[in-house]
């Protein structure tokens, strides 16, 4: 393993596959292959060699072991073809699912387990190191082209899950490949969790161009410790000089993660949910909302910053309009559809970040995979009591 370490350190991006076939043998492992999840979590897609002479495979994650892993974010084994076992091991960076490890070894035990388990944890890593100065694995997340609005989009948006042992917040956009007005944001800065959520005007490429300039001014407003209401007002001012016949609607929120104070400014976007329980709480987040951004509001001081104190396990859902507005046989998706879907996913104990990645292909299905509108949702959890349970 501290060979692989080295040998993954000095790699380029292109012979990572290539470097891992090369040392597997040592750590008693009889094959291993390394799956990567498709950019909308269809499918698991092979990671070959830098010169495939094949086409690389593709898993359904929805109907094999190898995504039943990914999906449940732990172990399956089953029997190889060879007298020996075959293992699916999650690749998580953090929280983050990359994708699966697949090995097969004759000499499944504790020890084994354990050492693949410490091999996907190597790869995670080293697919993130090298995914942010090479092209390699974007494009093997990649099974349709992608519009020049929507490279832009996901160029500046952040990982799609990022967690603590206190909180928990993952997001999804949609059509990932044709996004064009709608981003995302989320960060942690050291005892709390910022987040937002953008719907630029517009489904092209100013659109794009727009919501991906709101999410650097506000990076670059919350790394010089400005609060919300400055922040705002800072992106309000600049998008008023850079698109001064556009728009965007987002909220902007900050979460004190030691005590579930939560702070927000509502910039004519549609309301956040609370789900406490399984259970919508009613009209927790109905205030009266301030103009959206561009429209020239004024000061920071004219910003309103609302507040509310949530419980543990409590989760907060973020959307923009594409979401509700998904129609199926001429009947909205609607608000009721959405928070059922949501609550019957956390009743049968699923991660987050897989609540989200169905309800993504929910809405998608509701329309027959055409979305008339970009459609973004950003789901967190505070749980607190996670920790203590954990010490």
Known sequence: M????????????????????????????????????????????ELADEAPTVQPQQ????????????????LRIQPGER?????????????????????????????????CQSLAAL????????????????????VEPMRIAAEM???????????????????????AYEVGGDAFDHSMGGD???????????????AGLMS?????????????????????????????????????TGIFLHLELTTGHLRWVNCGHPAPYLLRDQALVPGAFDREADLPLGMGLGTA??????????????????????????????NAFGEERFIDYINRAASAGEPAPEVLRRLAHAILSSQSGHLSDDATIVLFEWHPLREVQRR
């Not at 989009?153 to 206190?166: D, E, M, S």
């Not at 709390?192 to 100013?206: E, F, N, R, S």
């Open 2 to 45: 501290d060979r692989l370490l080295d040998a993954l350190h000095r790699t380029e991006p292109e012979r990572l596959v290539r470097v891992v076939m090369e040392h597997y043998a040592n750590l008693g492992v009889d094959n291993a292959t390394i799956y990567v999840a498709d950019l909308q979590q269809n499918v698991l897609v």
């Open 83 to 115: 007298d020996n076992v075959v293992l699916f091991v999650p690749i998580i960076d953090g929280v983050e699912r990359l994708g699966v490890l697949c090995v097969e070894t004759s000499a499944l035990n504790a020890a084994m387990i354990r050492r």
């Open 212 to 248: 991906s300039v709101v999410l650097a001014i506000c990076r670059n407003a919350r790394r010089t410790g400005a609060d919300l209401p400055e922040i705002v007002s800072t992106i309000d001012e600049h998008l008023q000089q850079q698109f001064p016949d556009r728009f965007a």
């Open 123 to 142: 790869l995670a890593l080293a697919l993130v190191t090298k995914g942010t100065y090479s092209d390699r694995l974007a494009c093997a997340q990649r």
């Open 59 to 74: 898993l359904p994650i929805d109907a094999s072991l190898a995504g039943w892993a990914y999906r449940s974010e732990s």
């Open 192 to 206: 709390v969790l910022h987040a937002a959520i953008v719907d630029a005007m517009g489904h092209d490429l100013a």
């Open 301 to 330: 001081s004219e910003r309103r910053v609302h507040e509310v104190r949530l419980e543990p396990d409590d989760r907060v859902l973020l959307y923009t309009d594409g979401v509700t507005e998904a129609r199926l046989t001429g």
């Open 153 to 175: 989009v996901w160029a500046f948006l952040p990982p799609r899950t990022i967690g603590t042992p206190l909180v928990t917040s993952t997001a999804v956009v949609e059509p």
